[in-house]
């Protein structure tokens, strides 16, 4: 028996849940199909970190408008499913200078994204991190901030997305494996090891395996799959409420409610997408460590208690492919985040609905078109 909706999501991270959200608060009849469970890959395992600081200059406006979403989760979910996502703003986050060619570098963002009308990134010397942030190191400079940025808790959030889709009709199907993908009459056919689904649209949030997904339609998406790692510490007897970003350096971390310090900033983890998984590296976790004592020489004695990573799609230019295929029909790409993807999920499921809906791309999404890559081709 083939099951029809009006439309059909792959994946269901964050991004999947988003979208199907939205589609069916504008009536749709919406399908999910997830080849494991829902949230188990970047979108729970991700740092949580809710930053527009920084963001590459297409990708402000979207980020902007995605910080109010999450400022106003409890208003789109509803309170219940919105409060243990624990959304946490307007505490900062601070891009730290420890070279003088960084601080530089900042003052020059900060003054081009001034020309360009937007007013919150902030240049902030030594004396005034010292007001921000404790024990920081003689090499910290000053750095950038963005005073409204902040951090939510990432698997939290991703259920909070689950619940609201499923409340709002969404089906969700996990565990299903898509065996290939047809067209026929203007329908897709999504062949799947639990029979088959049909629906004229289908959305390909597949993340990591966003490339994957797209050649079943032949289409080529120049997604590279790479593994993030991240480390959590124990519980420390001091307050850090932004959250730290490094400039040139690979760092980034948070301090949660209950007092451990979640360690990020883009270290490598070994890919495994086939199984998928991921592996930290100790070398590199390592290194990791060391530039976190390059910022907080008082932490080194911190116990590191667990470490972890996820898979991510990465595309050449590091922002997301968001919008209709050039060549297939009705079949929309949302994947490629590039490691900055949590942050942005609210807003572009509610402008790709609408897009889907309107059968108009919204300007927000616009300069993410999957066509912007001249390598997509057919896949012969
Ligand atoms: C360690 C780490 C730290 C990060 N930190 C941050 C951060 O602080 N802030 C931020 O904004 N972003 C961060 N990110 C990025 C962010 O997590 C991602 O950009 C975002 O979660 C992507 O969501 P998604 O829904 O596209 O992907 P995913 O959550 O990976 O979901 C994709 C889903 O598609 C499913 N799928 C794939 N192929 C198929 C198929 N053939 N059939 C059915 N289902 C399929 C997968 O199983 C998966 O569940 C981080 C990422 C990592 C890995």
């Not at 990573?309 to 990465?314: A, Q």
Request: aromatic share 6%.
């Amino acid at each position: 028996m083939t099951r029809s909706s009006d439309i059909i999501v792959i994946g269901a991270g964050i991004h999947g849940l988003s979208c199907a959200f939205h589609l069916a608060c504008e009536k749709r009849a919406v399908t999910i199909l997830e080849k494991d469970v829902v949230g188990q890959h970047a979108s729970s395992v991700n740092a949580g970190g809710l930053r527009t600081l920084l963001r590459d200059i297409p990708e402000i406006p979207l980020s902007l408008e995605s910080q109010k979403r999450w400022e106003n989760l409890d208003q789109i979910l509803g309170s219940k499913l919105a409060k243990p996502a624990k959304v946490t703003t307007n505490v900062g986050q601070i891009g730290i200078a420890v070279e003088a060619s960084e601080m530089e570098w900042c003052k020059s963002r900060a003054n081009e994204t001034k020309r360009l009308g937007y007013d919150y990134e902030e240049i902030i010397d030594r004396k005034e991190l010292d007001k921000l942030i404790d024990n920081l190191s003689s090499e910290c400079l000053g750095g950038i901030i963005a005073r409204k940025d902040g951090h939510a808790s990432p698997a939290n959030a991703t259920q909070a997305y689950r619940s609201a889709a499923s409340a709002a009709g969404v089906r969700i199907h996990e565990r299903v494996v898509i065996d290939r993908i047809t067209r026929k009459d203007q329908q897709w056919i999504v062949h799947t090891d639990d029979g088959a689904f049909e629906a004229p649209v289908v959305v390909n949030c597949s993340g990591a395996w966003g490339h994957k997904v797209a050649e079943s339609v032949g289409d080529r998406l120049p997604i590279e799959c790479q593994a993030l790692s991240m480390m959590v510490t124990k519980r420390v007897g001091f307050n850090i409420t932004p959250v730290v970003i490094g400039i040139d350096q690979p760092l980034s971390f948070k301090q949660t409610d209950i007092g451990t310090l979640v360690i990020g900033g883009g270290i490598p983890a070994k890919p495994e997408p086939d199984l998928s998984t991921s592996k930290p590296y100790a070398e590199r976790l390592i290194e990791s460590a060391k530039t976190l004592t390059r910022f907080f020489p008082s932490f080194s004695d911190v116990q590191i208690v667990r470490t972890w990573s996820g898979l991510e799609g990465f595309t050449p230019d590091r922002m997301p492919i968001i919008g209709p295929s050039t060549d297939a029909e009705n079949f929309w790409h949302v994947c490629g985040f590039s490691a900055h993807g949590f942050q942005l999920a609210p807003e572009t499921g509610f402008r790709v609905a609408r897009s889907i809906v309107n059968n108009q791309v919204d300007n927000l999404i616009a300069p993410f078109t999957p066509s912007r890559f001249q390598i997509i081709k057919k896949v012969s």
